[in-house]
């Protein structure tokens, strides 16, 4: 896991661009999310917890700011080909191995989409710094863009 994350971070530097880190702590915003299931390369499910015991138990996460490779034909609006869902498994995968460190979500401007997913930023730990999952995805390869 180590190694394709740390080729991630390589391939940043000489794609040269600049994943923003934050501060090791963490901002008020941000809510640690305990990952139970990845669905595909843009949306999780799990716990957030928001502080003082109260939890968001079972919620389906789907990351602002990129849309990743698809991992299976459900999507009827846009044409997904064999290729593309081989890329959204590779894209899931990537995703899996970044959220075992533990992760974080910030809630966007709108709280939640047509099938009722929160929408928001995911950040992942490496190394002692957050990093938002976008930038590291969109970085690897992993989006539609």
Not at 19 to 28: F, L, T
Not at 105 to 117: C, E, K, L, Q
Not at 126 to 135: F, N, P, Q, S, W
């Amino acid at each position: 896991m180590t190694t394709k994350i740390l080729w991630g971070l390589s391939l940043l530097a000489f794609v040269q661009v600049t994943v923003p880190a934050i501060q090791p702590d963490i901002p008020p915003k941000l809510h640690p999310i305990e990952v139970t299931r990845v669905l595909d390369g843009d949306t999780v499910q799990g716990t957030i917890s928001l502080g003082w015991d109260v939890q968001l138990s079972n919620q389906m996460v789907r990351c602002l700011s990129y849309d990743a490779w698809e991992s299976s034909k459900r999507r009827r609006s846009v044409k997904v080909t064999d290729e593309e869902v081989v890329k959204g498994k590779l894209a899931a995968e990537y995703l899996r191995e970044l959220v075992e460190g533990g992760a974080w979500v910030s809630a966007g401007d709108r709280p939640r989409d047509n099938y009722g997913r929160i929408l928001g930023e995911l950040y992942v730990n490496i190394d002692g710094k957050l990093y938002e999952v976008a930038d590291l995805m969109h970085a690897a390869g992993h989006c539609r863009d």
